[in-house]
């Protein structure tokens, strides 16, 4: 079992940047593969992106590639989003997951979810 704590949102400008931390604790944090989740309202949670449990293989959606990037410290035991270029449609419930061993871009595949934090970008 691993407990996800995100922190970091809050209300940006268009254009501007964010970085939102996921702490981890419990069991062993390199024993999972990390991701992110959104969720806007009315909407469905999508995929944001993912890293490796060690980290040396992400993937993000085609809609945050470029812009957005997930990097973690598993001493730490942190993953992070850093986001640039933000646009009003990237405002969202942020969600960080883990889920055992490989990356995965579902979020039913992920085991472990942390209870969110909002992201609100102005125009």
């Known amino acids: 079992q691993v407990q996800l704590v995100e922190s970091g949102g809050g209300l940006v400008q268009a254009g501007g940047s964010l970085r939102l931390s996921c702490a981890a604790s419990g069991d062993t944090f390199s024993r999972f593969a990390m991701g992110w989740f959104r969720q806007a309202p009315g909407k469905e949670r999508e995929f944001v992106g993912t890293i490796s449990a060690m980290g040396g293989v992400t993937y993000y959606a085609d809609s945050v590639k470029g812009r957005f990037t997930i990097s973690r410290d598993n001493a730490k035991q942190m993953v992070s989003l850093q986001m640039n270029s933000l646009k009003p449609e990237d405002t969202a419930i942020y969600y960080c997951?883990?889920?055992?061993?490989?990356?995965?871009?579902?979020?039913?595949?992920?085991?472990?979810w942390g209870q969110g934090t909002q992201v609100t970008v102005s125009s």
């Open positions: 997951a883990a889920r055992t061993d490989r990356t995965a871009r579902t979020s039913v595949q992920y085991e472990y």
